[in-house]
């Protein structure tokens, strides 16, 4: 017997069993059960007797005889009621299920050790479910003040599964594998760092000897879970340097020189120009970037941002950000559009709103590489968006995106792409034999309509499926040409002929496309509309035949662009390590000179006329104010309502012409949002009333109020984020939160917390006490929350002594190849097969 056998292997565990355990606890092999750990132990050399009994006693364990048992009728079934006495009294135990076969087994006049969780009912206490066993069998076992507790479902107790039982099961399964448990640190490493061995760490944390023996089992558990992690975040890092190609931005050119020399309005912050040059290394170093840049509210991101788009378009590439949301796309269209003045490199904005006719002029430009910069939306990410040659992507405000969205970035380069030199000859030769053709060629292309039609969609849904058997992408480049999908493997092109396919000269047309994709190399396939819609399968099976006749070629891979994606929600250490070790990361720790620490208070709803002449005060000296209101999606009507109330009191107190009122939410229309928000910017308008949407990168530096209405329901990052919206200017700027008098004590830890500090990152720790892992941005795809033992909170300084192991390991042993590093290698290479966790960009 191996630990990898089922758990039906175990003395006692039958099959039925064996489900239970499968699907209640998710073990299914004994290695799932030896690393099943307790919770939490208990003291079963402790007894008490009945008149000791309490209300505050929790699990008790008592030694007397059922004295009688009695089956009561219930509705459906029967309960079994055994009384159970010692000299100083007697309880009932209960049991609600299996009454028959618990009657049978019970004895009277044998003395019983029971243990279990009373039930208080009318002052009078039963047990529900005790664990029972003789005094004989108590007696006949080594019995200690630390008696593990195992996770359990109701499920389980009920079918049986008690702890004891489970216990029972842990017992004999070391019995028949102790001796086969082997150690997965290397001997150096358990020296090192003074840890208990495996045999002893699992024995300890399943039946403990002793208090220290057991914290010295946590201790290596909690270490060793943490230390393969560390070692596949860090290897994995490791391998994307050495492994994947990164396009080498090797000058500082001119529009960089020229920028900074001329266009720079400040001079950059101490960190943001060490942020800067630890971009330019990687960028310069010809392997693959993948950073991720935290830097509190208003540290100055943007301009980083901005400097290193332009190394890439002085290397001949092109940059995209993708901001979150329309207004933070839309100002950094606008703020970077006006940075650059003077310049002539070109910056294109694509969002959800923008036209037809401006997408397709945009396509165009990124495809012929006329465009520089496109700043955007999620609209970047769609398959039509393809660039000649991206080199850059930078995310803002990286966590309101999806790891799928952000890696669809990678692939925004043409992959086999024909040589320029190739595509210019073969074009030039039919441009001027096919004049005509080609001409009209073109012009469809330019033509070519936005809207995938719905023959394309229902053509992609199954291609989309099939992925396994052949990888078809859309909407992909090949020199100049677009075409609607291809197999890169099989050099396969299928195209669906449209609405420009109906005149004898469009004919025309796509046959020269044809005659040109054909010289690149690549086989068409030309589909009609009316076959996709008529018979869809056997279109499908058409083109199965087709693949399986074409030979496979090997596809290079595309370089992906250089990836930086920036956070101003600050992550503790020990999260990043655990969520993010894969990356690099950056931090602009410093602010920009001049700034005023934003000054917070918290005030209750009663105060909110002297808050409204604070407010008052402060517009009359020439500031804006922000007044936000919560907007939570489940009660979003009642939220819409108090919005619009206190936007009308608002009104009230801040009267025509005198002042002037924005007001901004997620229901309007964009390029209603935008024009108030563009008076707000403009101060035009004096206070600003808005949902949550106004959260994310918005900067107007004039305003230095920001009041938040209802505070307590607000996260914390929320609410820094949100205050990061002032203090941005010079002047002395004010956060008010306000909020009812009754408060839960985390709302209260929250305000307070937002009060006492403006840092970041201490109220990034905050948040993670408050919330657990579980919520913060990027753990879900980290696997941290999938840890058996060890706790990112908590264990913090495990998980720092485990990552400077890990990577003083890989630093000697990069492919943990070297003989000392056998046993590593072994769980490693288990730890790999079985999770394919962490995707290429996180
Ligand atoms: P965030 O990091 O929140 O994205 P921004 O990039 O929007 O911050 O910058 C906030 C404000 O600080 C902007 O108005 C910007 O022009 C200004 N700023 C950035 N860097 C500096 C600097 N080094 N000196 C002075 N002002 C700066
Ligand atoms: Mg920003």
Known sequence: MNLNHPVTYIKGVSVARAELLYTELGVRTCNDLLYLFPFRYIDKTQFYTIKELSQNTAEVQVVGKITSVKEVKQKRGSRLVATFSDATGSIDLVWFKGAKWIKDSLKTDVPYVIYGKL??????????????????????????????????????????????????FIQNLFQQVFGQIEESLPTYLIDENQLLGKKDSLLNIHFPKSQELLAKAQY??????????????????????????????????????????????FELTNAQKRVLKEIRKDIGSGAHMNRLLQGDVGSGKTIVALLTMLIAIDNGYQATIMAPTEILATQHYHGIVELLE????????????????????????????????????????????????????????????GVAQRSKLWEKNPITAISEEKGKAVREKYLETHPSEYKLLKEIALKRKNKT????????????????????????????????????????????DGKYHVTPEQIEAANLRTTILNE???????????????????????????????????????????????????IPRTLAMSVYGDLDISVIDELPPGRKEIKTVHRYDSNRLSVFKFLKDEINKGRQAYVVYPLIQES????????????????????????????????????????????????ETQIMVATTVIEVGVNVPNASVMVIESAERFGLSQLHQLRGRVGRGAEQSYCILLSSFKLSSDSKTRLQTMVETTDGFKIAEVDLKLRGPGNIMGTQQSGVLNLKIADVVKDGAILHKARQTASRVLEEDATISKPKNASLLKVYSQIQKKNGLWSNIS
């Open 119 to 168: 039930n208080w009912y009318n002052n009078v206490a039963n047990m529900p479910h005790p664990e029972m066993e003789t005094v004989k069998e108590y007696k006949s076992k080594l019995q200690t003040s630390m008696q593990p507790v195992y996770p359990s479902t109701e499920k389980l107790s009920n079918k049986g599964i008690s702890n004891k039982v489970l216990r029972g």
């Open 453 to 496: 039609t719905k023959e394309e969609r229902a053509l992609w849904e199954v291609l989309s499926t099939k992925k396994n058997t052949f990888k078809f992408r859309r909407y992909y480049i090949i020199d100049e040409f677009m075409v609607d999908f291809i197999c890169l493997e099989k050099k396969l092109i299928v195209e669906v």
């Open 636 to 683: 979003e009507a009642m939220d819409y309502k108090d919005l619009m109330d206190g936007y009308e009191s608002i009104v009230r107190d801040f009267p025509s012409p005198k002042y002037q009122i924005s007001i901004v939410h997620g229901q309007m229309k964009p390029a209603d949002k935008e024009y108030e928000m563009n008076r707000f910017v403009k101060g």
């Open 342 to 401: 003077g310049t002539t490199i070109k910056v294109e904005l694509l969002t959800g709103s923008s036209k037809i006719k401006k997408r397709r002029e945009i396509h165009t430009g990124l495809e012929n590489g006329s465009v520089h910069i496109l700043i955007g939306t999620h609209a970047i990410l769609e398959d039509k968006v393809q660039f000649k040659n991206l080199g850059i992507s930078i995310i803002d405000e990286q966590h309101r995106f």
């Open 520 to 570: 690149f190399g690549y086989q068409i396939i030309r589909l009609s509309e009316k076959e996709i819609i008529e018979d869809l399968e056997s279109v499908i099976s058409k083109l199965e035949t087709s693949l399986k006749n074409l030979p496979s070629v090997r596809v290079d891979k595309s370089v992906p662009p250089h990836v930086l994606v920036m956070t101003a929600t600050p």
């Open 220 to 265: 290596r558990l909690k270490f060793e879970e943490l230390f393969f992690i560390q070692l596949q975040l860090l290897q994995k890092k490791l391998i994307r340097k050495s492994k994947i190609k990164g396009y080498v931005f090797e000058k500082v050119g001119e529009e960089f020189t020229n920028f900074y020399k001329n266009n720079l309005p």
